[in-house]
């Protein structure tokens, strides 16, 4: 059985892989062999390793937020009453169910999560603000911030063999 690819560090050939892969996620598999040198069924093996291994999560578009229809962002630091496991359990539940908050990350320092919203503009920010974020449990502080313009937007993460 494999070791599982996590506890282990990649090699430069899966290092050459995801590089290709973070930014050509559409590619085929012979023209990825091709460019990381590898022969297709070799490349293959390599690449569903990396996937069962859990090294690559998902494969995912990234869109234009303005064609979508919410091209504002909106950074909300959030502060909850207590940090329990039930308010904490109850928090993160309920703001997996809200569509517009596209990542939630638990801080450390004076605020306890920093959400990334996107909205159309500021009067659905505000419909959203009253109806569904007030709502969510166990808040006593948010503070939000409209993010004004995208300097760098990277999905790709930077590989270190």
Excluded at 42 to 63: M, N, P, Q, W
Excluded at 72 to 93: C, N, P, W, Y
Excluded at 104 to 128: A, I, N, P, Q, W
């Amino acid at each position: 059985m494999e070791e599982n690819m996590s506890s282990n560090k990649l090699d430069s050939v899966d290092t050459r892989i995801l590089k290709v892969l973070q930014t050509d996620g559409r590619i085929t598999n012979s023209e990825l062999a091709e460019r990381v040198r590898l022969s297709p069924a070799a490349c293959h093996k390599r690449l569903k390793r990396l996937e069962s291994d859990g090294t690559i999560k998902f494969y995912t578009v990234v869109l234009d937020r303005r064609f979508v229809g919410c091209p504002q962002s909106v950074f909300i630091q959030v502060q909850l009453e207590r940090l329990g496991h039930e308010g904490i359990d109850a928090f993160e539940k309920a703001v997996m169910k809200v569509p517009e908050i596209i990542e939630c990350h638990l801080m450390s320092g004076t605020f306890d999560y920093l959400l990334h919203v996107v909205v159309r503009d500021t009067e659905e920010f505000e419909k959203l603000h009253r109806h569904v974020l007030t709502a969510l449990p166990g808040i006593i502080r948010m503070t939000s911030s409209f993010g004004l313009r995208n300097i760098k937007q990277r999905g790709a993460l930077p590989i270190r063999a």
